[in-house]
């Protein structure tokens, strides 16, 4: 079972303007990703075409602006690709959330996001890490930045490969690598 081209066609006609910006929803698109996201922000009229079972007709590609995947995997249609596509637009819109709340997101900034943590100070044996308890912000931010990187280092290296690190970032991996080796 495949979309067929013409009702794709015809829905297009219905509703693309000037502004419209064409999404298809593919295995075989470029993988859907943070910066994607904010790139897809700045349109004024997103359309998202989603394909199920075997697909769509081959010539329905003629009609669109990109191509994207959300990961490679196969998934029995598109509509979860799109409203995982639309969740990921929707929290970086003004006013749905703030800023201060996405900022410093997992890949926002190139890099997992630093751990965080709630009361109790300690639980079953594990405290909060004492700068954060500081109220010292400079001593928080660096401690953030480094567990970010820490993070990354651990379980996304191919994320480091990608970033363009800062020389603080390069002092702090330095530091996480050389800990690591003990």
Not at 2 to 13: A, S
Not at 41 to 48: A, K, S
Request: charged share 30%; hydrophobic share 35%.
């Amino acid at each position: 079972m495949l979309l067929m081209v013409q009702p794709i066609v015809d829905c297009l006609k219905a509703i693309k303007t000037e502004s419209s910006h064409v999404v298809l929803l593919t295995p075989q698109g470029e993988t859907f990703t943070q910066k994607k996201a904010r790139s897809f922000v700045h349109f004024d009229h997103l359309i998202l075409i989603c394909g199920h079972y075997e697909g769509f007709d081959e010539r329905i590609r003629d009609y669109v602006d990109e191509e994207v995947s959300i990961g490679d995997f196969v998934l029995t249609g598109g509509e979860i690709a799109a409203m995982t596509i639309s969740d990921a637009l929707i929290r970086l819109l003004d006013g749905v959330i703030t800023k201060q709340s996405h900022e410093d997101d997992s890949f926002e900034n190139g890099l997992l996001e630093y751990p965080q943590y709630t009361r109790p100070i300690e639980y079953d044996g594990k405290r909060v890490p004492d700068v954060l308890l500081s109220g010292h912000h400079e001593n928080i931010r660096k401690w953030r930045l480094k567990e970010s990187l820490r993070k990354t280092y651990l379980k996304r290296p191919d994320l480091l490969e990608k970033k363009q690190l800062n020389a603080e970032e390069e002092h702090l991996l330095i530091e996480i690598q050389s800990e690591n080796q003990k």
